[in-house]
């Protein structure tokens, strides 16, 4: 069974960092490409990062743009999402999702275009 297990959440203020990591289990992450999303109360999930199977495509929602970093270890069969800057509108639950073929930059923060998803992290940035 593919699944995927988010981990590094928690409770930051305003202006600190958290690393979120998302390791797999049942497969190996390197043949997918990786997305992260999150998903604020009342408003529906965002597309927040992508980075490609091997690494050498990422992309990031304007919003997080010069905020967040995606990187990925193959070896370690998992990917990270390294989050600065943060800001009380980064709070919500953050997903990550894996997808076994390459996406267009156009699609790659879609959530439709994903099939293996793990149960999220709470992300919570408050003073």
């Known amino acids: 069974q593919l699944q995927l297990v988010e981990s590094g959440g928690g409770l930051v203020q305003p202006g600190g960092s958290l690393r979120l990591s998302c390791a797999a289990s049942?497969?190996?992450?390197?043949?997918?490409?990786i997305g992260w999303f999150r998903q604020a109360p009342g408003k529906e999930r965002e597309g927040v990062s992508y980075?490609?199977?091997?690494?050498?495509?990422?992309k990031y929602a304007d919003s997080v743009k010069g905020r967040f970093t995606i990187s990925r270890d193959n070896a370690k069969n998992t990917v990270s999402l390294q989050m600065n800057s943060l800001k009380p509108e980064d709070t919500a639950v953050y997903y990550c999702?894996?997808?076994?073929?390459?996406?267009?930059?156009?699609?790659?923060?879609?959530?439709?275009?994903?099939?293996?998803w793990g149960q999220g992290t709470q992300v919570t940035v408050s003073s």
């Open positions: 999702a894996a997808v076994r073929r390459p996406l267009s930059i156009s699609r790659c923060l879609l959530s439709d275009e994903y099939y293996v």
């Open positions: 049942g497969f190996t992450l390197d043949s997918y490409a």
């Open positions: 980075i490609s199977s091997r690494g050498g495509v990422t």
